[in-house]
């Protein structure tokens, strides 16, 4: 169930989930530099080892907050089975599923962490290699499906935690294989990752830039009626959700008697930005309304839906479009 569709929300989601990836990607990189026994005169091991382990509760924390405000906003719907279960998603589902299993991962990772001293250390250190395919599926849900991630600002920070986890990464294993090591081979596995998060993000995985609250736009439409019939009026209510171009949520509530219809209530909300357009329904059609509405600004849009009923219990499919007026 989706509790709100405010843009406070959209926007908490967002912020929590680009933190929770550049936090776990500094964890990540001082594990690696750990694992190799890097030394450094101003740190000592213990303080490290502190970090090491606080960035881990933060990101925790921090993904507790993303996936908790993405589960009550409607501007992307995800069910509970969606965002339980990997590659079930209506929307994007490789991306979100890699996401996905990459917090579960994280979770369970987590229960090993905390009984650590009841678990076998060669089992532990083992399942902690899995933090590597822990980084690698949240790197794949931030640059394919991150809603900025075709910025310059969004692309500058992927390629920065890319670059530091890989040039921690050719240290240690130049170091652990006894190769010669110079700083010019992290600098190259840095570059590297670089040019693969710019290619991604501005090539195969490119956003695609949505109007914000666009007065002009056609968009598929579902929803449900409902329907209470009175001696002499019939009271409809029809709420729905608007997918394409604009997404937006539709509530229109219709008082019908037997003599004339009444002037009634439309409300358009714009996501997400949680913007409304507030206005009446001017004609009913047998299943579809014209209407109009004033946004803030008092701008005007001349409103039309139209649908088809699914099934019995009220759900429709249909279409919602908006003009300038």
């Known amino acids: 169930m989706h509790l709100t569709s405010s843009p406070i929300d959209w926007y908490a989601a967002r912020a929590a989930g680009i933190a929770a990836y550049l ?7 001082i594990g690696i530099l750990m694992g190799g026994k890097a030394r450094s005169r101003r740190w000592p091991r213990f303080a ?4 090491h382990r606080f960035g881990g509760l933060l990101v925790g924390t921090l993904l507790t907050i993303h996936v908790l405000t993405v589960a009550i906003d409607s501007f992307l719907p995800f069910s509970l ?22 917090a579960e991962l994280l979770l369970a990772l987590a229960v090993t962490n905390h009984y650590r001293s009841r678990v076998p250390y060669r089992l532990w250190r083992r399942a902690h290699y899995l933090n590597f395919a822990v980084w690698i ?7 394919i499906m991150g809603t900025d991630r075709s910025a310059p600002w969004m692309i500058a920070m992927d390629a920065a935690a890319v670059g530091a986890v890989l040039a921690a990464l050719a240290w240690r294993i130049g170091r652990a294989r006894s190769m010669a090591w110079t700083p010019a081979t992290s600098l190259l596995a840095a570059g590297a990752g670089v040019v693969i998060v710019a290619f991604v993000a ?11 609250n666009a007065a002009r736009f056609s968009d598929r439409l579902s929803g449900k009626i409902l329907s209470d019939q009175g001696s002499s009026t019939s009271i409809v209510s029809m709420a729905g959700t608007g997918a394409g171009v604009q997404t937006v949520l539709v ?8 003599i004339s219809q009444e002037r009634t209530s439309l409300q358009i909300e714009y ?5 409304t357009c507030r206005g009446t329904v001017d004609q009913v059609h047998s299943q579809g309304f014209e209407g109009h509405c004033a946004m803030a600004d008092g701008s005007q849009r001349a409103i039309h839906a139209q649908w088809t009923l699914s099934s019995g219990a009220g759900d429709l499919s249909g279409v919602v479009s908006s003009q300038p007026r």
């Open 202 to 212: 501005l090539g195969p995985a490119a956003a695609h830039t949505k109007p914000w």
């Open 48 to 51: 490290v080892e502190d970090v």
């Open 23 to 29: 936090v776990l990607s500094g964890v990540v990189t």
């Open 271 to 275: 996501l997400p930005s949680g913007d």
């Open 81 to 102: 089975q969606e965002l339980v279960f990997p590659f079930t998603e209506h929307y994007r589902p490789l991306p979100m599923g890699l996401g996905i299993a990459a």
């Open 137 to 143: 599926g949240a790197t794949a849900h931030a640059v």
């Open 251 to 258: 509530r229109a509530d219709l008082l019908l008697s037997q």
